[in-house]
């Protein structure tokens, strides 16, 4: 009887040895050299600055001793991740610089400089016979990435692996706020150069390890800036960092398809050009490190199937080794989608590689903290058996411990198996080129006729800068188009000599396909919560035809493949626009965030629009608006109500400056002021409302067209109320309908639009809105007799036929009966009505790309709507006309809207 109990026991102990013996293995997989010396100060200072000996593992404790090759302590007076210190861009690449000058088996690279002028750099590390045959080793990595250059022969390509090593390249720090990256990577740097341990020897000769420590350089310093500030003021409330880069904050890290900032450029140029096969981005948010790689899905539809399980194989050994090593809280799977390809990581799997990404624990900054976790981040879940701690004080050294150890853990692996990826990344390449016959299209083409040529060369850069090629037709050709239409015929289509050919056959086919293509999220999808923007096909928001060819005939087509840039046509740096004369432009930002108006005055900047930057707190102090500026911007803030517009931050505590100091030397160059906490004021909104009353023209979009609209500047505008609508960032079809407009100039009868959460308008002609007024759509028959409604009336009369009913469409504002209008004192009079100028398509060609779900509640609904308020003008955008570099089609109805500032009343 006591068998049982016995056996029970047993078998907890036989589990518990396992356990035990799994992880004395993995140890032992990770063992150092017991002959190589230990930089003792420097080890000693690791388990000082480790709050719990639980997260660290036997890959970051110690740091092997060198006679030659310096430390950070030795050059920059402090360990990676000591408490209270954050190093500068420039201390960062000195000690890179140190490595490179110390050490065979490190070489330092520029790669470009940022928007402000700040180098980035690569840095290689290997054995130094390794990195003495870069060249030799480029070439074949060359040949790997494009088969063409073998004939697409397995054999060659196999031969080829033998006597090739990878490339895995790591990037930190593109979110400036995630500042624990830099220093984990030059200790990671320093143990590949110096490390004897067997697993490391191994990662030098089977891998070459390129980091680039600082992504966004520029917010980098402006980021330690603020971190001294803050050492400098204990216990006071400082400003968050609101310039991460000199246009963008967070959405840095969403441009990896329109490719308009530098940082991004200079990282796929070194991507691609290194013929790498792992794009690694480091990332600080959850606790304690979460591989997202691996993601809950829908996967991009357009990556290769090798893709997605390399992320799995990679991404579960990654958590494996870790909770083998003891480390608690490493996961993966969690609510990353790894549906849009607009993040930095991304350029590998969408150029034949492997994209990685990293989540660790970060402080914002150097300080040791106590947190309280919450509940949702340390429950246990099947992707999550082994969760983080629910309060944990955690250290910068902590988060540099699982960094590195995830790091060379994946390294580790990466060398082990490093002929197999290299033979995967041949075939994703392989596969690439036979896109056309094994999974189609053959072809995009961009017809040589497109009415909007400069803005066709804007897209056909982007396509360049993705390393795409493209062709250019010599003579006109004709394509089969797929059936279309009711009659279900195939069509035959003919294409002008001059127009340009994306084909499908090349090893980057895959990155053009999923920009040029049409996206769709189903709204039954199991995750219900997509992480960012569901949908981005260009050419609808480039407003430029774009052919969708399945016919590999195309392919035969007589064409050249451009060996030079597409010629952008000269004037506003070749987006269509009407007009010659500019407004004197301003565009206001409030102090609660810079990251959504970031896109707007890089447009701008592009475009050689001259503005002045200006602030809400500059507003308030101008009660002379109108005699300054003719035009004033104000770009979507991201989620802002009119009182927080108006009353800023609450102001109770000390000032919190933004400000260039001896203390903060990088801030207060973009803009600058005391204190960040005042908003607009009620003194601001009284300015902004006599700018607009004497004749100004106020441009909104999203939250800032609805702060116009509380805010009272624009009568008769109302944003449409919804229960069961759901956009997640989408684009969705409009319809012109104010063609009489100067907004509108140039627009043929449609235009795709982005909508970030399906936001739109309804128009009246009364202050108070057209609740409550009878109309055609309203009318109900009411209670009576059941034959013909003619019949039911009293006696002693003879049936009198009601007048009709308004019957308005749903962008139109209902019109008003004489006795609606009699006496009214909230009737809008007619010249001062507002004008709907785009407006949704119907419910049934509203989806353009991504997801809608519940589209009958903004289907024909006003898109795009001019107000008038006193002399002036409030253009109001239900969506963002320009977003993150990707809508160039809808950038002309703002430049319309300022070249025809003063004839906006044209056409009522």
Not at 275 to 293: M, R
Request: aromatic share 10%; with cysteine.
């Amino acid at each position: 009887m006591r068998l049982l109990p016995c056996l029970a026991g047993f078998a907890l102990a036989a589990t518990g040895l396992a356990a035990h013996a799994a992880d004395a293995l993995a140890a032992s997989a990770f063992a150092r050299d017991p002959g190589q010396p230990i930089d003792q100060a420097y080890t000693a200072q690791i388990a000082r600055f480790t709050t719990d000996p639980k997260f660290n593992t036997p890959l970051t404790d110690y740091l092997p001793a060198s006679s030659s090759v310096p430390t950070p302590l030795q050059v920059l007076g402090h360990i990676s991740g000591a408490a209270d210190w954050l190093p500068y861009s420039a201390d960062v690449y000195r000690y890179f610089h140190a490595l490179d000058t110390a050490s065979p088996r490190v070489k330092v690279f520029s790669i470009g400089r940022t928007e402000e002028g700040r180098e980035m750099i690569a840095v290689a590390i290997a054995d130094e016979a390794l990195l003495a045959n870069l060249q030799a080793n480029d070439a074949r990595l060359a040949q790997l990435a494009d088969p063409r250059t073998i004939d697409m022969d397995d054999a060659k390509a196999d031969a080829l692996i033998r006597e090739t090593t990878p490339v895995y390249y790591i990037t930190g720090s593109i979110h400036s706020t995630e500042t624990g990256a830099p220093t984990a990577l030059m200790e990671l740097a320093y143990r590949l150069a110096v490390d004897d341990a067997p697993y490391i020897r191994n990662i030098r000769s089977h891998v070459i390890t390129l980091i680039t420590p600082i992504v966004e350089v520029d917010g980098r310093d402006r980021m330690v800036d603020l971190y001294h500030w803050h050492k400098a003021h204990p216990g006071q409330d400082y400003p968050h960092l609101l310039y991460w880069g000199h246009y963008v904050a967070h959405d840095n890290n969403r441009d990896a398809m329109g490719m308009t900032l530098a940082l991004t450029r200079n990282v796929a140029d070194t991507y691609i050009g290194w013929h790498a096969q792992v794009l690694h981005d480091l990332h600080e948010s959850v606790p304690f490190l979460y591989d997202n790689t691996v993601g809950d899905g829908p996967y991009n539809a357009w990556i290769d199937p090798i893709l997605t399980s390399e992320w799995q194989q990679l991404g579960w050994d990654n958590v494996q080794k870790m909770t083998q090593l003891g480390l608690p809280g490493v996961f993966t799977h969690g609510d990353f989608d790894t549906w849009s390809p607009g993040y930095l990581m991304f350029i590998a799997a969408m150029h034949n590689g492997i994209s990685r990404l990293y989540e660790t624990f970060g402080n914002g900054g150097a300080d040791t903290r106590k947190r309280i976790l919450d509940p949702s981040e340390y429950e246990r879940t099947w992707y999550r058996p082994n969760p983080p701690l629910p309060e944990v004080t955690w250290s910068q050294r902590n988060n540099n411990n699982y960094e590195q150890t995830g790091v060379l853990t994946a390294l580790d692996y990466f060398a082990q198996n490093g002929q197999a990826f290299l033979k995967n990344f041949y075939l994703k390449g392989k596969r690439s080129i036979e896109k056309p016959t094994e999974a189609g299209p053959a072809a995009y083409v961009l017809p040589g006729d497109e009415k909007r040529a400069g803005t066709q060369a804007q897209l056909l850069r982007v396509l360049e800068r993705q390393h795409v090629e493209i062709s250019r037709a010599s003579a006109p050709f004709s394509v089969t188009l797929p059936a279309a239409g009711e009659d279900k015929k195939t069509r035959t289509r003919r294409f002008p000599a001059g127009s340009y050919v994306v084909r499908m056959d090349q090893p980057y086919s895959r990155i053009a396909d999923t920009l040029l293509d049409r996206q769709y999220w189903s709204p039954k999808d199991p995750q219900q919560h997509p992480y960012d923007d569901t949908g981005w096909s260009m050419g609808d928001l480039f407003d430029v035809e774009v052919v969708r060819v399945t016919d590999p005939g195309v392919l035969k087509a007589p064409m050249a493949r451009l060996d030079k840039p597409v010629e952008v046509p000269a004037g506003l740096a070749g987006v269509d626009a009407t007009g010659a004369k500019l407004p004197r432009v301003a565009l206001m930002h409030t102090w609660l965030s810079t990251q959504t108006e970031g896109w707007w005055r890089m447009a701008l900047d592009q475009l050689g629009v001259r503005y002045d930057y200006i602030s809400t707190q500059d507003v308030a102090r101008m009660p002379d608006l109108h005699a300054r500026y003719d035009a004033i911007l104000f770009a979507p803030v991201g989620g802002a109500s009119l009182r927080r517009i108006v009353d800023g931050l609450p102001m109770w505590g000390a000032p919190m400056p933004w400000q260039t100091s001896a203390l903060t030397p990088n801030l207060g160059h973009i803009d600058s002021t005391p204190d960040i906490r005042p908003g607009l004021g009620e003194a601001g909104l009284a300015n902004l409302r006599r700018f607009v009353r004497e004749g100004g023209l106020l441009v909104t979009a999203e939250d800032t067209a609805r702060f116009a609209i509380d805010a009272g500047l624009a009568p008769g505008v109302f944003v449409t109320p919804t229960a069961k609508l759901k956009v997640v960032g989408s684009v969705l079809q409009a319809d012109v309908v104010g063609h009489d407009s100067p907004v509108a100039a140039g627009y043929g009868d449609h235009l795709a639009l982005y909508s970030s959460e399906g936001q739109s308008f309804i128009v009246s002609n009364l202050l108070t809105g057209d609740r409550g007024l009878p109309s055609a759509r309203d009318a109900e028959r009411p209670t009576g007799r059941g034959g013909p409604q003619d019949e039911d009336v009293p006696e002693g009369r003879p049936f009198a036929q009601p007048p009709a009913l308004p019957d308005a469409k749903p962008w139109q504002a209902l019109p008003l009966n004489e006795d609606q209008a009699y006496n009214n004192p909230w009737v809008i009079p007619e010249n001062q009505r507002p004008r709907v100028i785009l407006r949704f398509a119907d419910a049934k060609r509203l989806l353009v790309s991504g997801l809608l779900d519940g589209g009958g509640e903004m289907a024909e609904r006003a898109a795009v709507v001019e107000a008038h308020y006193g002399k002036g003008h409030v253009l109001l955008f239900a969506g963002n006309p320009i977003w993150r570099g990707e809508t160039l089609g809808s950038y002309p109805l703002v430049l319309n809207a300022l070249t025809d500032f003063d004839r906006l009343d044209q056409g009522r």
